[in-house]
C-alpha cells in the first residue's frame, strides 16, 4: 500500500518537487500520510480515483504510463485492515496528500 502511494506521488512531482511521507498515532489509530506538490488531482476526480483502472485528465495530458490500478490496490488493502482513507491538499496549493488512518487496537 505504502509502495503505491509513494510511486504515485513521485509519478505525478515534476523533477524538483517534494514527497513527503510522515507517520504518527492520535486518538483515531496509526496513519500514514504522503503528500506531495505533484500534478494534483481536480476534487471532482477525487471520489473516481480508487476505481480500478482509472486514470484522471491530468495524467493522460502530461502522458505517464500506468495501468489506473495503483490507488485501487490501496484502497483494498486499507479496506483489508478496516482503515480509512482520505484525500487533502498537497504542498504549497499543489498537489494531493492521502493520509490511511489504521483504527486502534
Not at 38 to 63: L, M, T, Y
Request: hydrophobic letters at 40%; glycine letters at 18%; aromatic letters at 4%.
Amino acid at each position: 500500500m505504502l509502495r503505491n502511494l509513494v510511486d504515485n506521488a513521485v509519478r505525478y512531482t515534476p523533477m524538483g518537487g517534494i514527497v513527503t511521507v510522515c507517520v504518527g498515532s492520535g486518538p483515531d489509530g496509526a496513519w500514514v500520510e504522503v503528500v506531495d506538490d505533484g500534478i494534483g488531482v481536480a476534487i471532482e476526480e477525487r471520489e473516481k480515483i480508487f476505481n480500478r483502472f482509472h486514470r484522471g485528465a491530468s495524467e493522460r495530458a502530461i502522458g505517464t504510463n500506468g495501468s489506473g490500478l495503483g490507488l485501487s490496490i490501496v484502497k483494498q488493502i486499507a479496506d483489508l485492515h478496516g482503515a480509512r482513507i482520505a484525500l487533502g491538499e498537497g504542498l504549497n496549493g499543489k498537489g494531493l496528500g492521502v493520509k490511511v488512518t489504521f483504527a486502534p487496537a
